[in-house]
């Protein structure tokens, strides 16, 4: 079949194994972050690191869009779904996600709220046409792949004059979270946590191109490939990974260059630009206030942003107690250093975020990964 | 029957309405001219609130199911072909010759009865290919807006030949998983229909009545130990439900599982697992190990099972775990579904 069992071949796989089995040193291990969700959920679903040597170690970054949203703007959106009169649209995983005490949008939407679950921001735009009596809001998250769709939805609504549709914007930037990730004490100081290079996101760099990662690469001397979804395109991405390290090399290489170029889209750059501004600083659940690591709408658009039209207070939110999301998000711990998981957390009843999205490492390592090792032990 | 219905249904233009569940005139003439005249039959035709039978010896098996599917017709079926699939595929499950069925319709207010009407008759062809009877009925109506045009529970009767016994706690470590075909098609198929998702695609739904590939697959293989349509939750859902039922684990190899090009791409497009997307015309079959080819030519020997794959084993575990080789080399589980993938697929 085209581009799907082309890039899962069981045959390419094993040659790439031996390949990197041949050229990891013996004196050393190698771990590896990939930054994004999708690489973490290719990893289990495929069984990557079943192919791996023991030398290489992958360690679950932050990049899944649902996981890093702080509990209080979770909170702000379960107000917003309760407020009488409007109708709250949101991607499918945002909805089970808890948020202050175990709060979620598909409780909310249970005891009667207006919370629709949309595919695309157009099914959005289509339900406030339809609902002018409602304030239809747009609950937007996601790294850089999102936020060209929520800026022409935004031009959508400003052209058409959609006065009843608003977006509450939660969209961050994928270079900042590496760069603090690189800066954090728990990796500079303390070294407790060691990584020797990333796998750069794949669909993020189709958008802002691979040119982002070169100042921190060469600034932290850490290798990065950009690496495609696929499970052949993250082995190949980390053998080159793996040669780089062997050399001392730390470049910005490309493994996913039938997608991603050096520039980007400059088109899906430029109308993000137009629609969205950095802001100074945003939580992320785990890495806590980063700068410039997320933006916000435009004050041309500021009649359809969601946090000026309903005054939201992004207050402080309650993660809850014992729940290693944090940690986990930072690399600092596995989902199996945390007391709930397998416990009282699993994808059925998840108390943090990394359980609710197939692309968390919690719910990764439970769906796919639970019968290695402690198995007895986190047996439902 | 005209004497009593002096102007006839108006099933061109006619919509439900509240008479129509009213118990009276209105309702007689529903259930006449709309599900008697197509179901048509001895022991519905009598009009009884109940129909009155002899079964032979032998284990009576029963069961029900509601219908909901969203929308109502779809590529390569309606919820009217569907509901009778669905009962007659659970009572053929036990290993069972399906002998009739009942139907309780939850009618709209405002549904037009052109679409009713053309439910009943796809019902009424799927029943008569089948060769089970719709036997007695139960029609209600509900205010607009309460119902989403019309809900169908059908329950089905049979009864299970002397010597078989089949039963989804009787899998055991050495024997062979088998299913009878490409998995995936219904959910996808409806799927492409959704208001807010229609995409183009071929599939259709695999909607089928399997009572007779069953009889074909007992018949070569007396000693099956479970089937188990995979219907919602797919696959990977029916082989956890057998692997917890009868407390062992299973080992499958993705490789083996059919799959039509066409789901494995909208599936990928989607951001769904085909494992997990609903069949209605699939079952799961384990037997003895020893007894896994003779019950494979069996199943491939009829057309619903044309293209059926052993695709692995049950093993010994305590904690039930179905685990899978994956294409790519690697392995995992196949978990249950968290959450829910699909709404309201059948």
């Known amino acids: 079949m085209k581009y799907i069992d082309e890039f899962r071949n069981g045959d390419l796989a094993r040659g790439l194994a031996a390949r990197i089995a041949s050229e990891v040193r013996d004196d050393r291990d190698y771990r590896l972050m990939e930054f994004c969700g999708g690489h973490t959920h290719a990893i289990f679903r495929h069984g990557v690191q079943d192919l791996m040597p023991d030398k290489v170690r992958f360690i679950h970054g932050p990049g899944c869009p649902v996981c890093v949203l702080p509990v209080a703007r979770i909170d702000c959106a379960i107000r917003l779904a309760e407020t009488p009169g409007v109708t709250l649209c949101s991607y499918g995983d945002m909805l089970r996600v808890p948020g202050s005490k175990r709060r979620s949008l598909i409780k909310v939407q249970a005891e009667g709220g207006d919370v629709r679950m949309v595919y695309s921001l157009r099914d959005a735009l289509r339900i406030a046409r339809a609902n002018p009596e409602r304030q239809v809001v747009f609950f937007a998250i996601g790294f850089e792949t999102t936020t060209p769709p929520t800026a022409l939805a935004l031009l959508e609504a400003e052209a058409e004059g959609l006065a009843n549709f608003s977006v509450f914007c939660n969209h961050v930037l994928t270079p900042a979270a590496i760069q603090h990730i690189l800066e954090s004490p728990d990796l500079r100081e303390m070294d407790s946590v060691r990584i020797d290079g990333f796998l750069g996101p794949s669909h993020v760099s189709s958008v802002i191109g691979s040119r982002p990662y070169e100042f921190f690469a060469e600034e932290f001397q850490r290798p990065v490939v950009i690496a495609g979804f696929e499970p052949l395109d993250v082995m190949q991405a980390t053998l080159m990974l793996i040669r780089q390290i062997n050399e001392g090399r730390h470049e910005v290489e490309n ?56 005054t939201l207070d992004v207050g402080k939110g309650r993660d809850v107690k014992g729940c290693a999301c944090p940690a986990i998000l930072r690399g600092t711990a596995t989902p199996r250093d945390c007391k709930l998981f397998g416990t009282v957390c699993t994808p059925d009843n ?8 197939s692309e968390g490492s919690c719910a990764a390592y439970w769906t796919y990964g639970r019968f290695r090792g402690r198995a007895s032990e986190v047996a439902a | 029957m005209s004497a009593r219905f002096p102007v006839r249904l108006d099933a061109r233009r006619g919509v439900v309405d509240m008479t129509h569940g009213g118990g009276g005139r209105a309702m007689a003439q529903l259930i006449q001219e709309m599900f008697v005249r197509h179901f048509d039959n001895e022991l519905l035709r009598k009009g009884n609130d109940q129909a009155a039978f002899d079964v032979g010896a032998g284990r009576l098996v029963m069961s029900t199911d509601g219908h909901v599917v969203s929308p109502i017709f779809f590529p390569g079926g309606d919820i009217g072909s569907l509901a009778v699939h669905g009962t007659i595929n659970d009572v053929a499950m036990a290993g069972a010759r399906p002998l009739y069925l009942s139907a309780g319709f939850i009618l709209e207010q405002g549904l037009p009865l052109a679409d009713l009407e053309r439910v009943v008759a796809s019902m009424a062809e799927a029943c008569r290919r089948a060769g089970v009877p719709v036997v007695t009925g139960d029609t209600k109506v509900v205010e607009r807006g309460k119902g989403d045009g019309v809900f169908i529970t059908t329950t089905g009767i049979g009864v299970v030949p002397d010597g078989i016994d089949i039963s989804g706690d ?49 018949e070569a293989v007396p000693d099956i130990h479970c089937l188990r349509d995979p219907t919602r939750g797919g696959l990977a859902t029916a082989l956890n439900e057998l692997s917890l039922q009868s407390g062992v684990g299973m080992r499958i190899d993705e490789a083996a599982i059919p799959l039509l090009p066409e789901v494995a791409s909208a599936c990928e497009l989607l951001g769904l697992d085909p494992l997990y997307v609903a069949n209605e015309g699939k079952l799961v079959a384990i037997c003895p190990g020893h007894r896994a080819d003779r019950l494979l030519a069996a199943m491939r020997s009829h057309p619903l099972g044309r293209d059926a794959a052993i695709i692995g084993s049950v093993v010994e575990d305590a904690q039930g775990f179905v685990q899978m080789r994956t294409s790519f080399g690697g392995e995992r589980i196949v978990d249950w579904l968290a959450g829910e993938q699909l709404p309201r697929i059948c």
């Open chain 1, 255 to 310: 493994q996913y260059r039938r997608v991603v170029t050096r520039d980007g889209n400059v088109k899906a750059t430029s109308l993000v630009a137009e629609v969205f501004e950095l802001r100074p600083s945003f939580e992320w659940r785990g890495l806590g206030e980063v700068p410039y690591s997320a933006l916000r709408i435009r004050e041309r658009f500021a009649a359809f942003d969601a946090e000026r039209r309903f």
């Open chain 2, 170 to 218: 009787l899998a055991r470590p050495g024997d062979a998983v088998l299913v009878s075909g490409v998995v995936g098609n219904h959910g996808v198929a409806i799927l492409s229909e959704r208001e807010n998702l229609r995409f183009e695609t071929s599939i259709v739904s695999d909607s089928a009545a399997l009572h007779e590939l069953v009889a074909t697959m007992i």
């Open chain 1, 350 to 357: 998840p108390m943090g975020s990394c359980m609710v999205s």
